[in-house]
């Protein structure tokens, strides 16, 4: 039976990627990998070529559109799900598409699995996960996540600043992904609601450009598009929050 299979390769760091996944990607017989041209390699790309020395074929989408659901973005799906329809026909009974993080976490892999499902029902669909940008960096910067009855709370910076705001407003930790370019505005409103004291931020995580720190310490107002904020809770005593 045909099988799109979206593989979670992890924020950056290639020992991350899990066993299964390095299993899947050698038994498939096509790996994709997203990227913003055919010329440029993508990180999920150069993870898979450092974990299992497989070298994906490259798949374009408009990755860098901010616009929302653009011609542009739509038109790059298609062509994507084509590609995969067209290995399918050449042959291939397994195809794999790896994304950063976990590929039902905001990524690239929904669009595209809904759209190959849309040109061919009878393709099964699959994923597998990968750790996240957020666990990754609560282990680097020796952050709980979240204890007993606490919420977790994910947002994307694209949702804008309201949104933030309401999140803070709620209990527990929350975590900003995709604010490296709004990174001046989301510092002064976290700021400004006393949630700075222990907010860490993490850039490029498992590359060598990686900086991991306290967010006060981040004097830019600006940072990497791939770039993790996690604002944790005031906590009490241990065992409070059970």
């Not at 290639?14 to 299964?20: A, D, F, G």
């Not at 291939?92 to 499902?117: C, I, M």
Request: overall charge negative.
């Amino acid at each position: 039976m045909r099988t799109l299979i979206g593989i979670g390769v992890g924020p950056g760091d290639p020992e991350l990627l899990t066993l299964k996944a390095a299993r899947l990607l050698r038994a498939a017989d096509v790996v994709f990998a997203p990227s913003t041209a055919l010329d440029r390699e993508s990180r999920a790309e150069q993870i898979v070529l450092a974990a299992t020395e497989i070298r994906a074929r490259r798949l374009v989408f408009a990755l860098e559109d901010q616009g929302g659901l653009t011609a542009e973005r739509a038109a790059a799906w298609d062509a994507a799900a084509r590609s995969v329809i067209d290995a399918f026909d050449a042959g291939a009974e397994t195809v794999a598409f790896v994304t950063l993080g976990d590929p039902n976490v905001y990524s690239t892999f929904g669009y595209l699995a809904q759209t190959v499902a849309g040109l061919d029902a009878g393709v099964r669909i699959e994923s597998v996960p990968g750790i996240t940008a957020m666990q990754d960096l609560a282990a680097r910067a020796d952050v709980r996540l979240a204890e007993g009855r606490e919420p977790l709370t994910l947002v994307p910076a694209t949702a804008g600043l309201d949104e933030l705001e309401k999140a803070l407003n709620l209990p527990g930790t929350v975590v900003v992904y995709k604010g490296g370019r709004q990174l001046g505005e989301l510092k002064a409103r976290v700021e400004e609601m006393g949630r700075m004291e222990d907010a860490v931020l993490g850039t490029d995580l498992g590359l060598p450009t990686e900086s991991v720190g306290p967010l006060r310490d981040h004097a830019e107002g600006r940072a990497p598009y791939f770039t993790t904020l996690i604002l944790p809770p005031v906590r009490g005593a241990r065992g409070e929050a059970l």
